[in-house]
């Protein structure tokens, strides 16, 4: 079997490659070089930390023990049909598909869970979006999540044509 990181791992070099980065920023906004906002770095820092830390690749392996689902808590026995769906370092380890699979599943989640709320709780008002999510906000959301991922994809020796190669393989 490959050697690959342990959760602990994954954990250790993304925190690493963040606080070179947040180094690196704070560095060049000094010398003007880029300007990144307060509000841009709280997003890509909470979408950063939610990669990181609950929306890992490993979550493929929900079905057993997994340190991302442990961070869950009672919740984790909620990525068990995930870990079931994908095989471990499969389309969930893919470098564009991959970290999308993790996202709509949250979706399907919440969705399920105010769709059950409606039926249960008649006449219940559920909050909406104030606005449509702008690029401002969407932008570092994306670009923290999907650099977290791909940092683990990384670190696992996956490369950027895993999917691909997968595919043509079969
Ligand atoms: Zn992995």
Do not use: C
């Amino acid at each position: 079997m490959a050697r690959v990181p342990s959760g602990r791992v994954h954990n250790l070099i993304n925190i690493a490659a963040y606080s070179v980065l947040a180094a690196a920023t704070l560095v060049a906004s000094r010398l003007e070089a880029v300007v990144v906002t307060p509000a841009q770095g709280l997003w890509f820092t909470l979408a950063y930390a939610a990669g990181t830390f609950l929306l890992s690749p490993d979550l493929d392996l929900a079905e057993g023990r997994v340190d991302s689902k442990r961070h869950w808590g009672v919740l984790g026995v909620l990525w068990v049909p995930y870990g079931m769906l994908f095989s471990h370092r499969g389309w969930s380890h893919t470098w564009l598909v991959g970290p999308l699979t993790r996202l709509l599943y949250v979706a399907l989640i919440v969705a399920l869970v105010l769709g059950l709320l409606t039926y249960l709780v008649p006449g219940l008002t559920l909050p909406t979006l104030p606005e449509p999510l702008s690029w401002k906000v969407a932008a570092p959301l994306l670009v923290g999540y999907y650099l977290s991922q791909w940092l683990h994809l990384i670190a696992d020796g996956v490369r950027p044509d895993h999917g691909a190669r997968r595919v043509r393989r079969k």
